[in-house]
């Protein structure tokens, strides 16, 4: 599902955000990457999300070499074959949360029918349908957690990415969204998560790499 060789991420300062980085992961699979802040995860995960290039080497996702896409395949690319959570929601306040979730396909000019069956059915699966016509803000963060994940999942993506997903929970919506995010992956979905929460990668992960100075410290495990 994502493979990535060589990889190395220069800012223009001395020391790079990745450095050499060589990495694969399988479909199916769970990927959490640990490491203390400034140890290139987040640049990791923009790199593969195709938000930022590599200075060096070379970044596939499915099949896709998302290092060499223009920016009109880059967003075609993030609307169909990825999917991806923030730590603060990113929701639009002024839509209900159904209407956030359908945004994706209305995006990619799904059907209105269709795009409304997948949207129930996410929101079934989720346990917020009957949040369906209420606004973000009227929500706990582990209900708009699981609002974004169900607007991430909405195109069916390959791959989901999440970053920081219990960043700015209090500890029973993070230990949620740990719930969620294991059921997914139990369900199939490929997904690579960048966490400081050693909590969720145990909970959620196959495989976990920590990132010390934009390489992998102490290998795969």
Do not use: W
């Amino acid at each position: 599902m994502i493979e990535i060789r060589g990889v190395t991420k220069s800012y223009g300062d001395d020391r790079p955000a990745l450095d050499g980085l060589d990495l694969k992961v399988a479909a199916g699979e769970a990927l959490a990457v640990l490491g203390p802040s400034g140890s290139g995860k987040s640049t990791l995960l923009n790199l593969i999300a195709g938000l930022d290039r590599p200075s060096s080497g070379s970044v596939a996702v499915d099949g896709l070499r998302v290092d060499r896409m223009s920016e009109s395949a880059l967003a075609k690319y993030r609307r169909s074959r990825i999917g991806i959570v923030f730590q603060f929601f990113n929701l639009l306040d002024d839509l209900t949360v159904l209407d956030n979730v359908l945004l994706p396909a209305q995006l990619t000019g799904t059907p209105r029918g269709a795009s409304r069956r997948r949207a129930g059915e996410l929101l079934e699966h989720l346990r917020i349908a009957r949040h369906a016509r209420a606004f973000p803000g009227r929500l706990s963060g582990g209900e708009r957690q699981r609002v974004a994940v169900a607007r991430a999942l909405m195109n069916r993506p390959s791959l989901l990415l999440a970053d920081e997903p219990t960043g700015a929970l209090d500890t029973a919506s993070a230990a949620d969204v740990r719930e969620l995010l294991t059921g997914l992956h139990a369900d199939g979905q490929t997904i690579m998560l960048v966490t400081h929460d050693r909590a969720l990668a145990a909970a959620c992960a196959t495989t976990t790499i920590e990132l010390v100075d934009g390489r992998i410290a102490g290998g795969v495990r």
